[in-house]
């Protein structure tokens, strides 16, 4: 016998509630209850006039039948005035926003039957992660406001703080041109990341195979950071050109939409705390130049980020022998960190120091200048060339 998924008495005592008592007027209509929380329609359209009506402070009866017009039933309101108001409102209104989701999760499955049905498991995955989020969204409010005074003053943090810090869960972007370096930087933050911070770090260096990808920590482990290597394997996780490369948007006549591959991609790393991705246009899959598509993109990653507490870095290329990040400036606008990544040259424009580059803080919504100590600075990135051994440069 399947449950019964709202409770009337519930609906009316907090309708009552509004009505009567100022107190508890207060308390239900600053909560996050929304009209479609109720089940039935009368209570639906009545707790939006109440809300309406409280704006002017005059809630009343008579003026209550004048607003809802011929939506107005006497009998039902005669139902809400005889309920008796709560002492304890945001009880009663917790247990009817429960009701009020599990209504829509059970249509939620009836749908995903339904596409089921038609033997698209992509589909059918997809549509049910977009029906679970856009549920979730409507159950928040709208907006919090909240006065200044309760409110706690703290600085964004930080990881990496001092050798190249990124703000935590957020979204950061590194570019450069080809053949700059940008993946052996980020190769050596992660391991930085692991040792000095424990962070549990999952790098995708699509572009090189996995022994490549090794052969390069063990350098930097032996060689700059001289350290053993055996000391980063159980934190610092890799996926590589060995792997199917994943275009998490998908483009159809009928315009840009989420891969049900995104929401598998986050449900695989959720143990991790830094997530870095090499490079971002091999999992695009949309219209590099396209703002609307790129903001999209960026946006996916910003609320993963966000709510599951995640620190997100794309590798980016630069347009043509620049390090000026390529495609839509939507994907810089998108994210909360910029850094460039340039050689060091000389007055004749040549490269003077083959293992060091300029790290160029480009963009700084959250303050990492305070950590990096400048808007410009030196790291290196290779092993001194006197120790002569080859390195590939990406």
């Not at 209850?33 to 939006?48: A, N, R, T």
């Not at 339904?114 to 549509?127: G, I, N, P, Q, S």
């Not at 989020?133 to 159950?139: G, I, L, T």
């Not at 703002?291 to 995640?310: D, G, V, Y």
Request: net charge negative.
């Amino acid at each position: 016998m399947s449950k019964v998924l709202y409770n009337k008495n519930f609906e009316r005592a907090i309708l009552s509630t509004i009505i009567f008592d100022p107190d508890g007027r207060e308390l239900a209509l600053g909560s996050s209850l929304e009209s479609h929380d109720f089940f039935f329609p009368f209570h639906q359209k009545l707790f939006e006039i109440l809300q309406k009506l409280n704006e002017h402070s005059a809630i009343e009866e008579s003026l209550i039948q004048k607003y809802m017009g011929s939506d107005f039933d006497e009998i039902q309101m005669l139902d809400v005035l005889a309920a008796l108001p709560l002492s304890n409102v945001l009880v009663y209104i917790d247990e009817v926003k429960v009701l009020s989701r599990l209504r829509d999760m059970k249509q939620i499955a009836h749908k995903v039957l339904m596409t089921v049905e038609e033997e698209d498991y992509a589909k059918a995955l997809t549509f049910m992660y977009e029906e679970l989020d856009r549920v979730e969204q409507e159950n928040k409010k709208l907006f919090s406001i909240i006065p200044l005074e309760n409110i706690k003053a703290e600085e964004a943090e930080f990881i990496c703080k001092s050798w190249l810090p990124f703000p935590k869960n957020a979204v950061s972007l590194v570019t450069a041109g080809g053949g700059v370096g940008k993946s052996f930087l980020l190769l050596q933050a992660a391991m930085r990341m692991v040792r000095d911070e424990e962070l549990n770090v999952f790098m995708w260096l699509s572009e090189d195979p996995l022994s490549l990808s090794r052969y390069r920590f063990e350098i930097i482990a032996k060689q700059i950071l001289e350290d053993d290597i055996r000391r980063f394997g159980s934190k610092l996780h890799l996926s590589g050109a060995d792997s199917e490369t994943i275009h998490f948007l998908e483009e159809s006549r009928a315009g840009v939409s989420v891969s049900s591959k995104f929401y598998q991609f986050k449900a695989v790393l959720k143990a991790y705390d830094v997530i870095i991705l090499d490079p971002l246009i091999a999992m695009f899959g949309a219209d590099e130049n396209n703002n609307a598509h790129a903001r999209k993109f960026i946006n996916l990653f910003t609320r993963w980020a966000s709510k599951e507490k995640k620190t997100i870095i794309f590798i980016h290329h630069g347009t043509k022998n620049t390090s000026q990040s390529r495609g839509a400036s939507a994907f810089v606008d998108a994210v909360r960190l910029v850094y460039k990544v340039e050689y060091i040259k000389n007055e004749k424009g040549e490269v003077s120091e083959d293992e060091s580059r300029w790290i160029i803080l480009d963009k700084d919504n959250n303050g990492a200048k305070k950590y990096l100590g400048s808007e410009k600075v030196k790291r290196q990135i290779f092993p001194k060339k006197n120790k002569k051994i080859e390195i590939e440069y990406v």
